[in-house]
C-alpha cells in the first residue's frame, strides 16, 4: 500500500485511514472540514489499498455488485498498518468509509493498539458481520458510526439490510459498554464523503 502523512507528524494523536485512488484526491478537503470543526493537534496518516474488495474485506464472499468477489484479504492489510503504528507514546484512531469502515471496526475486533473506530457509511451488510461482531469482543473504546438516510433504500437485497444493520450493531456496541454514537446524514452513499469522514474524526478527536 501506499502510505500518505498529513499534519503534525510529531502529534501525540494519529488518525488512520484506508481510501482508494478517488478517496485519496479528496483528502484535503477531508483535512479543512475536520480542522474547521475542531483545535486538535493531530496527524492523518492515509493508507492507499491497492485492491478495494481483496484488501479490505475480512473473509471471502461473493460480489454483491458488479463481478469482482471479495477476497478476504483484510489481515493482511491489518499486518501493514500495525506495522506502521509502532509508537507507544502516540494514541492511534482508524477510521474509512464505506468498506474501509467495516474494515475499520473489524480491525477494533483484532487488536487493542486503536483507542477508538471512525466508520462513516461502513458497508455493514457484508455477509455474517453481525454474527462475528455477536461472537467476538471489541477492543477499542470509542466507536462512531454514520449512515446517509436513503443508503438502505437501495434494490440490492443484501446491501439494502445495511440500516438494519447498523442499528443493530449501534444497539450491541452501547449494550457491551462501548461509548458509541450512530449519525444520520442526507443522502445516499456516496453524498458527502469528505463531510461524512470529517464529522466521523471530529467526534473521536473531542471525545
Request: net charge negative; proline share 3%.
Amino acid at each position: 500500500m501506499e502510505i500518505y502523512e498529513y499534519g503534525n507528524k510529531d502529534a501525540s494523536i494519529v488518525l488512520v485511514q484506508l481510501v482508494d485512488g478517488h478517496m485519496l484526491g479528496a483528502i484535503q478537503e477531508e483535512i479543512e472540514l475536520i480542522n474547521v470543526r475542531t483545535d486538535a493537534d493531530y496527524s492523518l496518516v492515509v493508507f492507499k489499498v491497492d485492491n478495494w474488495n481483496s484488501d479490505l474485506s475480512p473473509w471471502p464472499s461473493p460480489a454483491v455488485f458488479g463481478k469482482d468477489d471479495f477476497a478476504g484479504n483484510a489481515k493482511d492489510t491489518l499486518a501493514e498498518i500495525v506495522d506502521y503504528c509502532k509508537d507507544s507514546n502516540k494514541t492511534y484512531y482508524i477510521g474509512g468509509y464505506s468498506l474501509a469502515g467495516l474494515f475499520a471496526l473489524w480491525a477494533s475486533y483484532q487488536t487493542d493498539i486503536f483507542e477508538g473506530v471512525a466508520a462513516a457509511s461502513p458497508s455493514m451488510w457484508y455477509p455474517d458481520f453481525d454474527s462475528y461482531m455477536k461472537k467476538h469482543t471489541i477492543k477499542s473504546k470509542r466507536v462512531y458510526l454514520s449512515l446517509g438516510d436513503k443508503e438502505e433504500k437501495t434494490k440490492n437485497p443484501i446491501m439494502a439490510t445495511v440500516g438494519d444493520r447498523i442499528r443493530e450493531a449501534h444497539e450491541y456496541l452501547k449494550a457491551e459498554g462501548i461509548d458509541c454514537i450512530l449519525e444520520w446524514n442526507e443522502g445516499n452513499h456516496f453524498k458527502d464523503f469528505s463531510l461524512r469522514m470529517a464529522k466521523a474524526f471530529e467526534w473521536i478527536l473531542k471525545s
